[in-house]
């Protein structure tokens, strides 16, 4: 089979797995993008996201023998940049401190007439990213990991727990506790009581 | 916390994780509904946490595209492949490993990178794990515990008694005076000594 047959992931798996370059090319691009956000919530607003989601398809490629298809293609590419990014977090834990300077963010603006921006809208939401991004950042890697893939990406325990090697149960609870310490870091922002004195975030 | 608080604190967990209440059925959202009339408690933090997990999507909403597309990530991969790039032997498909539950990730290697050094001093756990296979390995028998020694130390022993015997033996005679008065017992016949175990020295590994 030629990379030119190939119509489903598994017959483009299969090739790569056989050293077919271009067929591992049309993986890439089908799941670069989760794989790309995956790095970028687990790794905040660092400069390091480019490399952890190249770093993480150049292990896949090394690691593409050992893949049995258990898993989802998908799950097993998350479980990757995962411990891609775990690596990269490991002694390093300035880069969500700084997510009010990410630079993908929008910014403040000087002159809302001309660009139809409301800058005090802009900086409050500047704010409330760089408030949430410092909470996810406090959490531990293990509850970050799992409020990242399951909700942002959407996965199921099941598959969040087959990509983070744990029980469903251990997901659960997990996520559960992240929900917890979430609402107390942000404390301000989101209790009620808060809100009404303050006007709200 | 009671068994019911945590009961309707899990179905608030599990609704909450299948897309929120935009995506709840109808029986689930008469159900949260009518906890949440029922006590003031639950209501706010019903209210805290929507809040909350709403700040966190729109975080993540912002938090979707690297800085690189598809096919300029694929090019610096292709290059990364040429020029070797993480060659390195360490195999990040595996279980990703938490030291926590909450403290800091500890080491992530499955088996010793390229410059095992480096990934024992940056990863404890990958370091213990590398050196693991070293301890485990069994020692040769005679070398186990000190053994070797105790051996040779008989060994020795015995040569030097059966020496001392036949050296009797050649040079006593029973007509002789030397032979007679070796049988006094005011003349006694050296006897050997074992050999006594030499020191023990601290063991080092072997070096193969």
């Known amino acids: ?201 | 916390m009671t068994q019911a608080s945590t009961t309707r604190r899990a179905r608030l967990d599990a609704l909450l994780d299948q897309g929120g209440l935009e995506q709840a059925s109808a029986a689930d959202r008469a159900w949260l509904t009518a906890e949440r009339a029922r006590d003031a408690g639950f209501d706010r933090e019903v209210a805290a946490l929507l809040r909350a997990e709403a700040h966190l999507r729109e975080w993540g909403g912002q938090h979707t595209v690297a800085g690189q597309g598809p096919d300029e990530a694929l090019a610096g991969i292709f290059a990364g492949l040429d020029a070797g790039l993480f060659d390195d032997g360490l195999e990040l498909d595996g279980t990703p490993q938490f030291a926590d539950g909450e403290g800091d990730v500890v080491g992530l290697a499955a088996r010793a990178a390229a410059s095992p050094v480096t990934v024992a001093a940056e990863a404890p756990a990958a370091a213990a794990a590398t050196v693991v296979p070293l301890q485990a390995k069994p020692r040769p028998t005679l070398l186990r515990d000190g053994r070797f020694m105790q051996l040779l130390a008989a060994a020795a022993a015995v040569v030097l008694v059966v020496t001392a015997g036949l050296s009797a033996v050649s040079t006593s005679s029973p007509d002789s005076s030397e032979g007679a008065a070796a049988r006094q017992p005011s003349a006694p016949h050296p006897r050997a000594q074992p050999c006594p175990a030499p020191p023990r020295r601290p063991r080092r590994p072997p070096c193969w």
């Open chain 1, 1 to 201: 089979m030629d990379i030119a047959d190939a119509r489903t992931e598994m017959e483009l798996l299969a090739l790569a797995q056989s050293g077919d370059r271009r067929a591992f090319g049309q993986l890439v691009r089908l799941h670069h993008g989760r794989v790309a956000a995956c790095a970028h919530q687990l790794l905040g607003a660092s400069a390091e996201v480019d490399d952890a989601v190249q770093e993480s398809f150049i292990r896949a490629w090394r690691a593409l023998p050992r893949f049995d298809g258990r898993a989802k293609l998908s799950t097993w590419l998350y479980r990757i940049c995962v411990n891609v990014c775990l690596n990269r977090m490991r002694g390093n834990r300035r880069h969500a401190a700084a997510d009010v300077d990410d630079p993908k963010l929008p910014e403040p603006v000087a002159d809302a007439e001309s660009s139809g921006v409301d800058p005090l809208r802009a900086l409050e939401q500047a704010q409330l990213y760089g408030r949430v991004g410092a909470a996810l950042d406090a959490l531990s890697p293990s509850l970050r990991s799992a409020v990242v893939l399951v909700l942002l990406q959407g996965m199921s325990h099941k598959d969040a727990g087959d990509a983070l090697g744990c029980a469903e149960g251990t997901v659960a609870w997990r996520i559960h506790e992240a929900r917890r310490r979430l609402r107390d870091l942000l404390g301000d922002l989101v209790e009620p009581e808060a809100l009404a004195a303050g006007g709200g975030a």
